[in-house]
């Protein structure tokens, strides 16, 4: 177990920054490389552990990768390749790769065991598995199907019209990925819109998928390979732009950051906080844009309702502004944060506490009373195993009048190994 003493900036986070390629977008390209008929491409794929789990894992299912240098991984795809794999597949701690694949294996032939980390050991599955189920998969996990290992038959779906009853962008990617291979349409209906990236991915790879409000249809199709670049991953630009916007003497530029649909939501909310961020070189082709943030002070304001979905990651970081924010910030309608990595409303609420942030939890989220930019006192707390938690907590003593010392800091390797060494030499 590591410890991480993020040391308070006097002269404030400054730097041109490039964040790692966005890890959700990094699954989905894998996935469907391994499925395309031919050798893709892919540059920029996030080197985190979680994403590294999935280039195992299709390397199990019989795809083909190597690297092929300036960030580069070939994949080797198609129906000719792939097969039953020899040993239980370990998603580490990804539960993006957990559901996904539990979809994606559904068409492959034979048996597929899905497992993972004590942490993934307690993250819901029932709500992949039983729309699974109701294609044909013969699908079953621990619980009665609620949690996993997941065991996969492959073969035998039908396509299906399936509204989602509680909006994931994941359970809506893993019963596209089965769509491919079903008999008939797939169509996923949803109340809410979620990340777009599995849809966006299909028709890259060239699926036939249709795309209108609220709903996604997609329809059994042989893929093509893709050179493809993955962008700059906004939840890990989260992190920098908030500490650009709460670290007096602050100016950092977050380059080729994806901004599509459902991710760009907490640069809504820090606007409505009042922050000095810009979006310069905006390229509509790629949905990416340059992100610019200064320090300012911030004003408190309310997060919740319809635009959860897309920042439920972000939400760690955003209560670490809240706390320097002027005012009582209210995160609400945001259980599904009591099912992430670790129940990030008591793992935040516990560790802002601990360096002195006024802050206090509920059911569905938490409430931050801000310090007008008073510095947090700093102090230990613990990561609880989190990533997401142990990067929004160093960012939080960027500004403390006393380091904040992060235990299970070995957390932050699972989605952005580079994080330590670009903190250092930007703060």
């Known amino acids: 177990m590591t410890t991480f003493p993020a040391q308070p900036s006097r002269n404030g986070v400054r730097g041109r920054i490039g964040v790692p390629g966005d890890k959700s977008v990094?699954?989905?390209?894998?996935?469907?490389?391994?499925?395309?008929?031919?050798?893709?491409?892919?540059?920029?794929l996030s080197g985190g552990k979680d994403v590294l789990a999935t280039v195992r894992a299709i390397e199990?299912?019989?795809?083909?990768?190597?690297?092929?240098?300036?960030?580069?991984?070939?994949?080797?795809?198609?129906?000719?390749?792939?097969?039953?794999?020899?040993?239980?597949?370990?998603?580490?701690?990804?539960?993006?790769?957990?559901?996904?694949?539990?979809?994606?294996?559904?068409?492959?032939?034979?048996l597929t065991v899905l497992t993972g980390d004590e942490s993934i050991a307690t993250r819901p599955m029932g709500r992949v598995i039983a729309p699974l189920q109701q294609?044909?998969?013969?699908?079953?996990?621990?619980?009665g199907g609620r949690l996993p290992?997941?065991?996969?038959?492959?073969?035998?779906?039908?396509?299906?019209?399936?509204?989602?009853?509680?909006?994931?962008?994941?359970?809506?990617?893993?019963?596209?990925?089965?769509?491919?291979?079903?008999?008939?349409?797939?169509?996923?209906?949803?109340?809410?819109?979620?990340?777009?990236?599995?849809?966006?991915?299909?028709?890259?790879?060239?699926?036939?998928?249709?795309?209108?409000?609220?709903?996604?249809?997609?329809?059994?199709?042989?893929?093509?390979?893709l050179d493809f670049v993955v962008p700059g991953d906004p939840s890990q630009a989260a992190f920098w732009i908030v500490a650009a916007c709460i670290t007096p003497g602050s100016e950092v530029t977050v380059e080729r950051v994806y901004i599509g649909p459902g991710r760009a939501g907490f640069l809504d909310v820090l606007a409505r906080m009042g922050a000095n961020v810009e979006l310069l070189d905006r390229?509509?082709?790629?949905?990416?844009?340059?992100?610019?943030?200064?320090?300012?002070p911030l004003k408190a304001t309310d997060v919740g309702g319809d635009e959860i979905p897309a920042l439920i990651d972000e939400i760690p970081v955003l209560a670490v502004a809240a706390a320097y924010a002027d005012g009582t910030t209210t995160f609400s309608d945001a259980s599904e944060l009591r099912i992430k990595e670790s129940d990030r409303v008591a793992s935040m609420t516990a560790a802002l506490v601990a360096v002195g942030a006024e802050t206090e939890s509920r059911p569905d989220g938490l409430v931050v009373h801000g310090g007008g930019g008073r510095p947090l006192r700093g102090g230990e707390v613990s990561s609880v195993g989190d990533h997401r938690?142990?990067?929004?907590?160093?960012?939080?003593?960027?500004?403390?009048?006393?380091?904040?010392?992060?235990?299970?800091?070995?957390?932050?390797?699972?989605?952005?190994?580079?994080?330590?060494?670009q903190f250092d030499e930007c703060s």
């Open 26 to 44: 990094s699954h989905r390209a894998l996935l469907l490389a391994a499925r395309a008929e031919g050798r893709s491409r892919l540059t920029g």
């Open 60 to 110: 199990q299912f019989g795809a083909g990768t190597a690297p092929d240098g300036d960030g580069r991984v070939l994949v080797d795809g198609g129906s000719g390749l792939l097969r039953e794999p020899a040993a239980v597949i370990d998603v580490g701690n990804s539960g993006t790769g957990m559901r996904l694949l539990a979809g994606w294996s559904t068409g492959i032939d034979g």
């Open 135 to 143: 294609m044909g998969a013969r699908i079953d996990g621990r619980d």
């Open 149 to 225: 290992p997941v065991s996969v038959r492959g073969g035998g779906l039908h396509g299906m019209d399936y509204r989602l009853p509680v909006p994931s962008a994941q359970v809506k990617g893993a019963i596209l990925l089965a769509g491919l291979t079903a008999e008939g349409d797939t169509t996923v209906r949803e109340d809410l819109p979620t990340r777009a990236h599995t849809e966006e991915m299909l028709a890259l790879f060239g699926a036939e998928v249709t795309v209108s409000p609220g709903a996604v249809t997609v329809r059994p199709s042989e893929l093509r390979p």
């Open 283 to 296: 390229d509509a082709s790629t949905s990416t844009a340059t992100i610019r943030a200064r320090y300012g």
């Open 389 to 421: 938690v142990a990067m929004a907590l160093a960012v939080a003593g960027l500004p403390a009048a006393g380091p904040v010392l992060i235990s299970r800091w070995e957390s932050v390797a699972t989605s952005y190994p580079g994080f330590e060494k």
